[in-house]
């Protein structure tokens, strides 16, 4: 993974979107975790994306993207479950309905790990961090798919 390409990828999202980004390293003994918080807001929503890569001395580096979202249009009381092994709707009994199937491979696209919606919160956790303009663009795309479905 080329680090400065990463470093870029968040700056210029954040620039393009005027989002706030804070950016914070700390030097553990055998690791270095690099952090990322960016808060994207919209009419519709309000997005913290907050990525973190560990690079150790060994070469093992761990990374992962969370993303909370907090819909601040109208009150819902739907809930939606899902992780790498499937969907879980509490609405839908297990059975994808069309909607619920396109938010699921958009999921997957991603490399989400867990979605969890709780009626006007949504968090969302991706295997990795991200580091393309276009994966924050999927990201988004996820999101208002996931607010039409509220």
């Given at each position: ?96 309905k069309g909607t619920e199937k396109d938010i699921y491979q958009n999921f997957k ?42």
């Amino acid at each position: 993974m080329n680090w400065n390409k990463l470093d870029n990828c968040w700056k210029e999202f954040a620039k393009n979107r005027n989002a706030e980004l804070e950016y914070s390293e700390r030097n553990l003994f055998h690791a270095i975790k690099c952090e990322y918080e960016l808060i994207q807001m919209s009419e519709f929503w309000k997005t913290k994306f907050i990525g973190v890569l560990w690079k150790s001395q060994q070469g093992y580096n761990k990374d992962t993207t969370n993303i909370s979202t907090k819909f601040i249009d109208k009150k819902s009381e739907q809930t939606l479950d899902m992780n790498n092994s499937g969907i879980r709707s509490l609405f839908a009994r297990n059975k994808f309905k069309g909607t619920e199937k396109d938010i699921y491979q958009n999921f997957k696209n991603i490399g989400g790990k867990k979605l969890k919606l709780n009626g006007n919160n949504l968090e969302i956790e991706l295997d990795k961090i991200i580091s393309e303009k276009s994966e924050f663009e999927q990201v988004n795309e996820l999101i208002t798919l996931i607010k039409n479905y509220r």
